[in-house]
């Protein structure tokens, strides 16, 4: 009686074993949602997410295909950090849960050098609610990051910068609205507003083309436009900051001249695209494609920056 009860007990545990997915990639027949949350490794509070933890390499055998990622989970979350059309690796860091009520999932996204920490939640239904970026590298210049979920469900996001000899920090704090079916931030903490040099890679070039020249709203809000190798090309570098320096963009590349007064960007692969409008005295930007890898989430490249006057040089008065 006993062998067949240690046998029956090994049988149970056998297909339960077996019944747990142990891949996640896109060729799998059949993914369910359980299968897709017990795919998370329970992890204890609290749970904190660092720029270290994402730029640590992690294994390609933990891979979630993007198919399956997005059948659970919305592509357009993606989409706001690393842009429309790119699908960057996805892994899977943690799982926890509020008793009774909401299960969270820790999620890495790898995108080339841009790397993000994803929080997402789920009811006990099993139904997916809302996702947050609680962690960012590779976006800005930030010298330290983490987000953190602690043993109150709250989420904490922190970064800091260093300007000059000085550091910088901001501290968001989100607890998740059951009424609102969202994450809602409750506190933020800047100690003092971050500035930094913004370093111009192009300011040296040449400015022989009738559009080279600085379009400038102030020295944080510029566009740089340089010549290029063609005469049907120029370089640009791009920097802006809006809401207090909170939504910030930047962009270096290569622009195509298709008209007399409309040159755009577009690089084969990547969804960003942009047109610059030149005028006598200015330059209108539009971002026509998604460029959310260059910017923040809130904000976009467009606005109309007056074009800065060139010096003009002294004249040597000729001797008589």
Known sequence: MNKFLVFLLFTLLLVNCKS??????????????????????????????????????????????????????PDSILAKDFGKGIKPKLYPL?????????????????????RVGYLACFNKEEEYLAALPIVRVGFDRSTSAYGLLDNKFQITTYRERKAGTEFHFKR????????AGS??????????EIIENIINPIDTFQLKHKFSGDYVKDKRNFISVRDGKKANELLFFVHF??????????????????????????EPGNPCALEFNFATSSLSLVETGGCGSYRDIKCFFEGRYPKKPVPKTPVTPKKK
């Open 183 to 192: 994450f809602t931030l409750i506190m933020t903490e800047p100690n003092e």
């Open 172 to 179: 968001n704090v989100y607890i998740f609205n059951n009424s």
């Open 241 to 266: 900051e809006k809401d207090n320096g909170n939504c910030v963009g930047e962009l270096k590349g290569t622009i195509r001249v298709i008209s007399k007064t409309l040159a755009q960007y577009q």
């Open 94 to 114: 943690g799982k926890t849960m509020e008793k009774g009520k909401e299960i969270y999932l820790f999620i890495k996204a790898v995108s080339g050098a841009k």
């Open 20 to 73: 747990k997915k142990t891949s996640l990639q896109d060729e799998e027949d059949s993914v369910e949602v359980t299968d897709f949350i017990d795919f998370f490794p329970e992890t204890a509070l609290p749970v904190r997410i660092g720029d270290t933890t994402l730029n640590r390499k992690t294994s390609d055998s933990l891979l979630i295909g993007y198919k399956i990622f997005t059948q659970f989970i």
